[in-house]
């Protein structure tokens, strides 16, 4: 049976939507997906990459994170150590310092390979720390969010057949019993 790309697609988009609603997210923010193609199609992690299911989950979150002017911060795979491709406007606006390296499919990702393409001006970075993010598949990113991580239940827990796992972050608390919080 053949992967139904643009169901993934608006899967992707309705995902991308519903976490920004939650996370109250305004323009200038980070944003980060990890991606597992292999996953979204119904593989293991890492074992069926595929650019055709990376492109559909690209193409269903990246216009809504660039209608609102958030930017997005793509996941690479373990073998980059986690690195993440942002734009380089991102990267000094945040103040993280770019590194050498440019994803392929089997070395970074599908996922990150596809933000390397699309961006005016990508630049690969060692972390970041984003406000929400997306996991699609596994891909672990909760090393590049804020403190402090909230779980954000959705309408959907998965794109194509990979789970999906989102968080928010929200300024910690600290104080004591006397603290007031808003």
Not at 21 to 27: C, P, R, T
Not at 84 to 98: H, K, N, Q, S, T
Request: net charge neutral; proline share 4%; with cysteine.
């Amino acid at each position: 049976m053949e992967p139904d790309f643009e169901k993934i697609s608006a899967q992707a988009r309705t995902a991308a939507e519903e976490l920004l609603d939650a996370a109250g997210l305004k323009a200038g923010d980070l944003f980060v997906v990890g991606c597992s193609s292999s996953e979204v199609l119904g593989g293991r992690i890492g074992k069926a990459s595929s650019e055709a299911a990376a492109e559909s989950v690209f193409h269903g979150v990246y216009p809504v994170l660039r209608e609102r002017g958030i930017w997005l911060a793509a996941q690479c795979c373990e073998h980059l150590n986690r690195a993440l491709i942002v734009e380089e406007d991102c990267a000094a606006r945040y103040g993280y310092d770019p590194v050498c390296v440019v994803p392929q499919p089997k070395a970074g990702g599908s996922f990150a390979t596809q933000a390397w393409r699309a961006f005016g001006r990508p630049a690969a970075v060692e972390r970041v720390r984003a406000h929400a993010g997306m996991d699609i598949g596994g891909t672990l990113i909760g090393m590049h969010l804020r403190e402090v991580a909230v779980p954000v239940r959705l309408s959907l827990d998965r794109i194509g057949a990979a789970l999906l796992l989102c968080a928010r972050t929200r300024p910690r608390y600290i104080g004591g019993s006397r603290a007031v919080y808003e």
